[in-house]
């Protein structure tokens, strides 16, 4: 008899708790098939707007883990454990742990932005974040560059995204801008004439638009003449090498001279020193 009293008091206890653990396990492999479904369709939407995989990849782990959290909390709250304290400790150590990592988490934002909107991709000839470079991978925190003289730069992008960005590959053309200089005592008809001829040489000047060839300025030592062909992004520096070798050797051959910048002293004798002192 002692032993169905005993019986009847834990059995109704037993059946509960039974009950609330079926319902908890229930929730929790409910819940992680529809935080998997849902991670899934976010997925499959980012991709198809053409999404960077590693932003995808990344955003869906994160989602995946806080869809995991919030189904095990659930279920600890159909086991009647109090979760108020444990939401309480996990932002704490969520708060904890953003200050702690917060250039980090700023690189991560500024890496979001990068791959959605695009400033650059990989490949293009850049200057940003205090360095010029091509880009050679563009990640959630840092973007790789090579320099011309083949070094590797890690640029952090919170770096990139702060300051301003140049990327010289995003147009097709290019205008090679130039200055050479020629004495007063020149022929500035004849010197335009060689600029012209130099330019009108090289097929890979565009026609359109039509390169200038100009007097810019009346400087100290010098005429200066402004150069102002279109290329092509690519033929952007073997124009412009070419170009002022070109002008050099032409201009030498002319007899027409690149003045260097000087300055006239005009001394006073001795005998206008005692005149004045007279």
Not at 101 to 116: C, D, E, H, R, W
Request: hydrophobic share 50%; net charge negative; glycine share 8%.
């Amino acid at each position: 008899m002692e032993y169905l009293q005993d019986t009847e008091k834990w059995l109704p206890k037993v059946i509960e708790y039974g009950i609330a653990l079926g319902l908890a396990i229930l929730i929790f492999y409910i819940g992680r098939f529809i935080v998997g479904r849902i991670v899934a369709v976010v997925q499959k939407v980012m991709l198809s707007r053409g999404m960077d995989e590693t932003l995808v990849n990344f955003v869906c782990s994160i989602l995946r883990w806080l869809g995991l959290l919030f189904v095990v909390i659930a279920a600890l709250s159909q086991l009647g454990v109090d979760t108020t304290s444990l939401v309480a400790l996990l932002g704490a150590a969520g708060l904890a742990i953003g200050l702690s990592l917060q250039s980090s988490l700023g690189n991560f934002a500024a890496g979001v932005m990068l791959i959605i909107f695009k400033p650059f991709k990989k490949g293009d000839f850049i200057d940003a974040g205090g360095a010029m470079g091509v880009v050679q991978n563009i990640t959630i925190f840092t973007t790789v560059m090579t320099t011309p003289d083949n070094k590797e730069i890690i640029v952090p992008n919170g770096a990139i995204i702060g300051g301003n960005i140049t990327n010289f590959s995003a147009r097709p053309t290019r205008r090679v801008d130039m200055t050479f200089g020629v004495s007063y005592g020149d022929d500035l008809k004849k010197a335009k004439a060689i600029l012209e001829d130099i330019i009108a040489a090289d097929s890979r000047v565009l026609a359109e638009p039509a390169p200038v060839i100009t007097v810019g300025a009346l400087a100290d030592s010098s005429v200066n003449f402004l150069v102002r062909p279109w290329v092509n992004s690519a033929d952007y520096w073997g124009v412009l090498w070419d170009t002022t070798e070109a002008v050099k050797l032409r201009f030498d051959a002319a007899g027409i001279s690149i003045p260097f910048p000087q300055m006239e002293l005009h001394m006073a004798s001795g005998d206008d020193n005692e005149s004045e002192a007279a």
